[in-house]
């Protein structure tokens, strides 16, 4: 996930939020539409109804084409309950959304693409896809590997080997 808005300045601070000029990545349509309540929602949707990550963040995308704010509590938690009962109206979701482990893990997140860019001596640019192993629950960002295309992602998750 990669909300163009500094989500938690615990785990990462707004002067961190840079591209490898320097120059702030954050985004006022972002900030405006609560991007990172859209990003912790499909964070927590997974940890919560697992195997259903990717149902949840179409849900989440269709989220795009409504009125701003793009996301708010009310909206997210309807969408994410026609995907699971455990995402809906209740207070599971919104415990997960709150608590520090989900706003560090998208940090985390954050962090990966922002280095990944500077690596590369570029700018963030966004939409930008990476299938990231899982293992015991854990994200392995050191082993993500970058996809430009559905397809491409699509030959990265069906490779011998991958779970």
Not at 146 to 159: D, H, R
Request: hydrophobic residues 40%; contains cysteine.
């Amino acid at each position: 996930m990669f909300p163009r808005a500094n989500c938690d300045e615990r785990y990462l601070p707004s002067h961190e939020f840079v591209d490898g000029e320097g120059k702030p990545q954050t985004h006022g349509e972002a900030r405006s539409n609560n991007a990172c309540l859209g990003a912790l929602a499909a964070l927590c949707a997974e940890r919560l109804a697992p195997g259903r990550g990717l149902d949840a963040l179409a849900a989440l995308f269709d989220l795009q084409d409504t009125e701003a704010p793009r996301f708010t509590t009310d909206k997210v938690e309807k969408a994410l309950a026609e995907v699971a009962d455990v995402l809906g109206p209740g207070g599971k979701l919104r415990t997960c959304i709150d608590g520090e482990e989900a706003s560090a893990a998208l940090a985390a997140q954050q962090r990966y693409l922002l280095a990944w860019v500077k690596a590369r001596g570029g700018r963030v640019g966004v939409p930008q896809a990476f299938v990231v192993p899982i293992e015991g629950g854990e994200l392995h960002l050191d082993q993500a590997m970058p996809a430009t295309s559905a397809g491409k992602i699509l030959k990265l998750v069906e490779a011998p080997g991958a779970k």
